[in-house]
């Protein structure tokens, strides 16, 4: 995915005071787009996400490896996660401060913000370059998640984006898989051919 293909394709504007009006033409990716509103998830006492009501784009046919664009209000992500400790205020904040200084990619130190809320570290972010789209700005880069230490494989990889709009009332997450075939398929295969 270009650095300036997320630009073209999204398109926030207010609709409501609680969601924007979200238009995603994916017709540059060559899959198909569906934008639905997604209900308030009610939250439980575990660790999964349970999300606000809010926008997702879902990009090419359902089930396959997630690609989806999720538009947060931050109000009600705050509202349903409003600790510290639940990890989403501390992502929407790491986010602002980023986008606020905007340091080189090369001076970034730890793990870059993303929502849903990994519960694993992320042991890559890479190809980091801070993006603009009509409505606001943010940050994009190839990112890899994992709970031990075996190998980075390409089913750990994926291409994302997270920013804010301008008023800073919803937050924009886009996981998108990328398939590297330098990688091996999963931890479990060798290297690969060359």
């Known amino acids: 995915?270009?650095?300036?293909?997320?630009?073209?394709?999204?398109?926030?504007?207010?609709?409501?005071?609680a969601l924007p009006r979200v238009s995603f033409d994916a017709r540059l990716?060559?899959?198909?787009?569906?934008?639905?509103?997604?209900?308030?998830?009610?939250?439980?006492?575990?660790p999964d996400f349970f999300p606000p009501r809010h926008v997702q784009v879902v990009l090419g046919p359902?089930?396959?490896?997630?690609r989806e664009l999720n538009v947060y209000p931050v109000?009600?992500?705050?509202?349903?996660?409003?600790?510290?400790?639940d990890g989403v205020r501390t992502e929407i904040d790491s986010l602002r401060a980023l986008l606020k200084e905007r340091p080189a990619p090369a001076q970034l130190r730890g793990e870059l913000?993303?929502?849903?809320?990994?519960?694993?570290?992320?042991?890559?972010?890479?190809?980091?370059?801070?993006?603009?789209?009509?409505g606001g700005r943010g940050v994009r880069a190839l990112v890899a998640y994992s709970l031990d230490v075996s190998p980075l494989s390409r089913e750990q990889v994926f291409y994302t984006f997270q920013g804010l709009t301008q008023d800073g009332k919803s937050y924009v997450s886009l996981r998108y898989p990328v398939l590297l075939k330098e990688l091996p398929a999963d931890a479990f295969s060798g290297?690969?051919?060359?």
Do not use: C, H, W
């Open 62 to 66: 359902q089930g396959d490896a997630v």
């Open 29 to 46: 990716l060559g899959v198909i787009a569906t934008v639905r509103t997604v209900e308030t998830q009610k939250r439980l006492d575990t």
């Open 75 to 85: 109000a009600g992500l705050i509202a349903q996660y409003p600790g510290k400790r």
């Open 1 to 17: 995915m270009n650095t300036t293909l997320l630009s073209a394709l999204l398109l926030l504007s207010a609709s409501t005071p």
């Open 113 to 134: 913000p993303f929502l849903p809320p990994p519960f694993s570290g992320q042991v890559l972010n890479a190809a980091v370059k801070y993006l603009d789209f009509p």
């Open 191 to 194: 290297p690969t051919a060359r």
